[in-house]
Antibody
Framework: QVQLQESGPGLVKPSETLSLTCTVSGGSINSYYWSWIRQSPGKGLEWIGYIYYTESTNYNPSLKSRVTISIDTSKNQFSLKLRSVTAADTAVYYC??????????????WGQGTLVTVSS | QSVLTQPPSASVTPGQRVTISCSGSSSNIGSNAVNWYQQFPGTAPKVLIYNNNQRPSGVPDRFSASKSGISASLAISGLQSEDEADYYCSTWDDNFTWVFGGGTKLTVL
């Protein structure tokens, strides 16, 4: 069973860079699309972007100018960097996985989520 | 403002049936499969329905879903108190992004 675990600072200052890492266990990192999804307090879900083990990426156009997702297959990890953050980036950040072979692309696997607060 | 439109809330008494709608456009629901997620407070979402109407193993058959044109719907019959949660629809948008509905908070009275 694939398990995901987010890690990273829970507090980031405005204008700085938010950095999170997701560690994958229980499955091959090569078989899934790996996404970051966030949820602002009391709000809905927002997809940030995904990466495949080939380092192919796709980002939400609304965040594309500030986002980089990378992958380290040797460590079974993928990471998120979100630059120039503001209070609007305060959210619970989830890492999630979709099986490459799935025709409907459902997010089968989720981390437990980590709250990142942007504040000075 | 979410790309997919859901009612923000629904209230139903135990044992009743509720339907949650999800409206999109030709670039998302109209051309791609819809997935539904269930989320309890403080926890990550979980797949409830995938590929428009398929239930993962372990999801009771009280949960069903359908899609027609640019809209989809989730139905829950025989409502139980444990079904009180937030429900989200999601699909791929042909503008190269995954999109979600704003979520529907289901209250079991």
């Amino acid at each position: 069973q694939v398990q995901l675990q987010e890690s990273g600072p829970g507090l980031v200052k405005p204008s700085e860079t938010l950095s999170l890492t997701c560690t994958v266990s229980g499955g091959s990192i090569n078989s899934y699309y790996w996404s970051w999804i966030r949820q602002s307090p009391g709000k809905g879900l927002e997809w940030i972007g995904y990466i495949y083990y080939t380092e192919s990426t796709n980002y939400n156009p609304s965040l594309k100018s500030r986002v980089t997702i990378s992958i380290d297959t040797s460590k079974n990890q993928f990471s998120l960097k979100l630059r120039s953050v503001t209070a609007a980036d305060t959210a619970v950040y989830y890492c999630a996985g979709q099986e490459f072979s799935s025709s409907s692309g459902e997010f089968d696997y989720w981390g437990q989520g980590t709250l990142v607060t942007v504040s000075s | 403002q979410s790309v997919l439109t859901q009612p923000p809330s629904a209230s139903v008494t135990p044992g009743q049936r509720v339907t949650i709608s999800c409206s999109g456009s030709s670039s998302n629901i109209g051309s791609n499969a819809v997935n539904w997620y269930q989320q309890f407070p403080g926890t990550a979402p979980k797949v409830l329905i995938y590929n428009n109407n398929q239930r993962p193993s372990g999801v009771p058959d009280r949960f069903s879903a359908s899609k027609s044109g640019i809209s989809a719907s989730l139905a829950i019959s025989g409502l139980q108190s444990e079904d009180e949660a937030d429900y989200y629809c999601s699909t791929w948008d042909d503008n190269f992004t995954w999109v979600f509905g704003g979520g529907t908070k289901l209250t079991v009275l």
